[in-house]
């Protein structure tokens, strides 16, 4: 059975780090690619970042401002986020998903092209 499972989430304060992973099984990360989402109070779950399956094709949502990255460890079956210069508006249930490389589908934030969902971590960001 396929799986991610997201940790790392957490209450940080204004200006704060902090790192998310999202743990993989079930499926050969390799050739799967794997995005980034967040469910924020009163807005519609958005893509945060993307990486390709090869960790090459690498893309950020513009309100990232180069305060995010994305990493993977293939070998390891991790992705990683790490969120610098928190923001209250920052706040909220963190998701990784994962698609099968070649996979038809739209954007990379288009959340309708990922099957595969962890359960979500909460990153609560402290004004």
């Known amino acids: 059975q396929s799986q991610l499972v997201e940790s790392g989430g957490g209450l940080v304060q204004f200006g704060g780090s902090v790192r998310l992973s999202c743990v993989t099984s079930?499926?050969?990360?390799?050739?799967?690619?794997i995005a980034w989402f967040r469910q924020v109070p009163g807005k519609d779950r958005q893509g945060v970042a993307y990486a390709g399956s090869a960790g090459i094709d690498i893309y950020y949502a513009d309100f990232v401002q180069g305060r995010f990255t994305v990493s993977r460890e293939n070998a390891k079956n991790t992705v990683y986020l790490q969120m610098n210069a928190l923001k209250p508006e920052d706040t909220g249930i963190y998701y990784c998903?994962?698609?099968?490389?070649?996979?038809?589908?739209?954007?990379?934030?288009?959340?309708?092209?990922?099957?595969?969902w962890g359960q979500g971590t909460q990153v609560t960001v402290s004004s």
């Open positions: 998903a994962g698609r099968r490389v070649g996979t038809p589908g739209g954007n990379w934030y288009n959340q309708r092209i990922y099957r595969m």
């Open positions: 079930g499926f050969t990360l390799d050739n799967h690619d």
